[in-house]
């Protein structure tokens, strides 16, 4: 670690008021010289080892960690796909066994209390792997596991992949048939009122729930005793209850029509069955991408490919060999060691590393910046629909994903932070006049009736589709949200298409109304109100806001109040459960970063707070550039599916760093 003393003085706005380490007194304030000469280094160490992260191609890529469910699903996936590795299901097992929690169980996030449903996925993948049931790690799973209730007690998509196994009855399940798919767009109820990352795997289900198919497991890696009461006197339930208590809800109204479903499917006569299996075949086989999988992501490449092969694709035909091909991209491995990502994340890391250079000098003539600019350019999607053109058929493509290959559903977040990068290169050139112009045209067409942007998709807002009794896991809607609401609004206000009723003042009304009674803004794909809060205050800024409104004085005054003792800021994932919890926890590199944007943008660089979190960050740098965040601090499905970026420690410090740097040498004004 880089140690400074604590209390450096900056300017007379920034003065001997820094603690530094916590719970120690200011002293010795140094020069202004010398705490130039320290931030000039860390911003140095920064770039030099962001720049050597670089891929010669020009992109950055950094791990994407999620929980353990991901690996303990794909040792499962290989089992039900008749391609099991035994070599690779030791390694997984020793990275679950790693991972465990002292208690038994396995967490959703790093520090966060063990998942009962997470623990009954592992349990099962560790007994099928051969661990025997007496070894101390499978002893302390199952003692976890039952004092939560057991079986009967996780989610329903645990329930389905024990189903898929025997180790579930098929009755414990929803009725979802396949032939929701023939339902018209226009129809209220149809497949394109779910979010884009749930549309893919619904269908897949919806196919698995129609063939309910049962792949073998030997006897020995039966989990019967995980249920409490026997398999014999366990009642098969599934799904939520409905919120509200009432008799009359959208909740009870869907079990009523799955208890009606389930008459019906007792029929021998099922007219639209095979047209509805054909669609969804050639629905799933139509959105498989270049490298193999579905949507970029794992839930639905793992119940596309299960689906399939339920529908009697071999392992030989070319679909399936792709799929299962394509996870080699999202593997890492050691000696000892399997894991999957979830999800790759190149375009997101690389915009935001070219942002965070920007920001801190590095010349548009570097070559690195030069290089990526060039590889960025070639993932703008301009010749494919995606699912987003349902809704918005007149919309020309223009868009960018957040992996290698997602043409089907690019989204909002990254093209805006994309143009952003992009537009600050200052490049004049026909390319990048046509990039910006087609993505600006892109996401202004994105735009929701209510003034907001959602990430992929254009009024996904119908909220009693997730009172569909089996969507008891993760969002099942993309509707606007105030942090990608934010970056598309910052983008426009600096194209300069901010006049009038334009698509961004509409914009800049909606984070208005949603800023919370307390001052800050929830934060939809990073964790969580300061994640909001840093996303949103830029946008204001950019957009020519009076920093000196009450509504932007209450963001700075909550970000002071939140602000620890070290100087930094921190987040738990667990403000997504308990709102009361909003920004507390221990600092991270990143959520101290979103801050001393957010208070940079505000005008309030000069200020106790913001040096202070500068100087945490100077204090914690390590001595090759980095900083360590174990913490997750990207969202995925909010409290139920969290990320943590890996370069995250990275790219955000450097951003708010370089900033700092700027406002101060200009005055201590805003930033960016």
């Not at 010749?383 to 058929?393: I, N, T």
């Not at 606007?480 to 426009?492: K, M, R």
């Not at 004085?553 to 930094?568: C, F, I, M, P, Y």
Request: with cysteine; glycine share 12%; charged share 20%.
């Amino acid at each position: 670690m880089t140690e400074i003393t604590s209390g450096e003085t900056i300017t007379e706005a920034t003065s001997a008021a820094h603690t530094g380490v916590e719970g120690q007194m200011a002293v010795d304030a140094q020069p202004v010289d010398a705490f130039e000469t320290r931030l000039d280094r860390c911003i140095g160490r920064s770039q030099d080892y962001l720049l050597g992260l670089q891929s010669p191609d020009g992109y950055w890529w950094g791990e994407l960690e999620a929980n353990c469910s991901i690996h303990a699903e794909y040792l499962l996936l290989t089992h039900f796909l008749d391609v099991a590795d035994r070599e690779r299901w030791r390694k997984i097992v020793n990275y679950l066994q790693a991972h465990q929690l002292p208690d038994g169980g396995w967490p959703v996030w790093s520090g966060g209390p063990g998942d009962l449903s997470i623990a009954v996925e592992a349990y099962f993948a560790m007994k099928l792997a051969g661990v025997d049931p007496n070894d101390p790690s499978m002893t302390r799973a199952r003692e976890f596991i039952l004092s939560k209730g057991g079986v009967p007690n996780a989610r329903i998509f645990t329930k389905l992949w024990l189903a898929f196994f025997g180790q579930w009855d098929w009755a414990g399940t929803p009725s979802f048939p396949a032939e929701v798919i023939l339902l018209p767009s226009w129809f209220p109820f149809n497949i394109y009122e779910f979010a884009g990352w749930a549309r893919g795997t619904m269908v897949g289900c919806m196919v698995l729930l129609t063939t309910k198919p049962v792949c073998p497991v030997p006897e020995s890696a039966r989990i019967d005793e995980l249920y409490p009461l026997g398999r014999e006197e366990t009642e098969y339930k599934y799904g939520k209850s409905g919120k509200s208590g009432k008799t009359l809800s959208w909740n009870s109204l869907f079990r009523g029509m799955d208890r009606a479903l389930r008459v019906l499917e007792l029929s021998p006569v099922k007219p639209l069955r095979k047209a509805a299996l054909r669609k969804a075949e050639r629905w799933i086989v139509e959105r498989q991408e270049e490298d193999g999988s579905w949507g970029g992501i794992q839930p639905p490449w793992v119940y596309s490919l299960m689906a399939l092969k339920s529908l009697g694709y071999s392992m030989d035909h070319p679909v399936m060999k792709k799929g299962l091909q394509g996870f080699e991209g999202f593997a890492r491995e050691t000696e000892d060691l399997f894991w999957i990502e979830p999800c790759l994340s190149p375009v997101w890391d690389t915009c935001l590393a070219m942002l965070a250079l920007q920001d801190s000098g590095l010349s548009p003539d570097h070559p690195g910046l030069a290089k990526s600019t060039d590889w960025i350019l070639d993932k703008q999607i301009l010749d494919h629909g995606g699912d987003w053109q349902v809704k918005r058929p007149n919309v020309r493509p223009g868009g960018w994903a957040f992996e290698f290959a997602n043409n089907v559903y690019p989204d909002v977040d990254d093209s805006a932070m994309v143009l952003i990068a992009l537009h600050k290169m200052g490049r004049d050139d026909e390319r990048m006049q046509r990039a910006l112009s087609r993505g600006v045209e892109w996401i202004v067409g994105m735009q929701s009736k209510d003034g907001g942007w959602g990430s992929f998709d254009v009024d996904n807002t119908r909220s009693w589709v997730a009172e569909i009794p089996f969507c008891d896991f993760g969002a099942v809607l993309d509707p606007p949200t105030e942090d990608v609401t934010a970056h598309a609004v910052e983008l426009l206000g600096r194209m300069g298409l901010n006049g009038g009723d334009s698509p961004a003042a509409r914009g800049l009304e909606f984070l208005r109304r949603s800023q919370e009674p307390d001052g800050s803004w929830w934060g939809r794909w990073g964790v969580n109100y300061i994640y909001g809060l840093g996303s949103v205050v830029p946008a204001l800024n950019v957009m020519g806001e009076d920093m000196s409104q009450p509504y932007v004085r209450k963001a700075v005054a909550w970000l002071e109040t939140h602000q620890n003792s070290d100087g930094g800021w921190g987040e738990g994932c667990e403000s997504y459960r308990d709102p009361s919890l909003r920004g507390q926890g221990p600092s991270t590199a990143s959520q101290t970063a979103w801050a001393l944007l957010a208070l940079i943008a505000a005008g309030d660089a000069g200020g106790d707070a913001a040096g202070r979190g500068v100087a945490f960050l100077l204090r914690t740098q390590q001595d090759f550039g980095s900083w360590d965040e174990s913490q997750f601090t990207g969202t995925g499905f909010p409290g139920d599916f969290m990320i943590n970026y890996h370069l995250y420690r990275d790219y955000w410090p450097l951003m708010a760093l370089g900033q700092y740097r700027t406002a101060v040498r200009n005055g201590a004004g805003g930033g960016g």
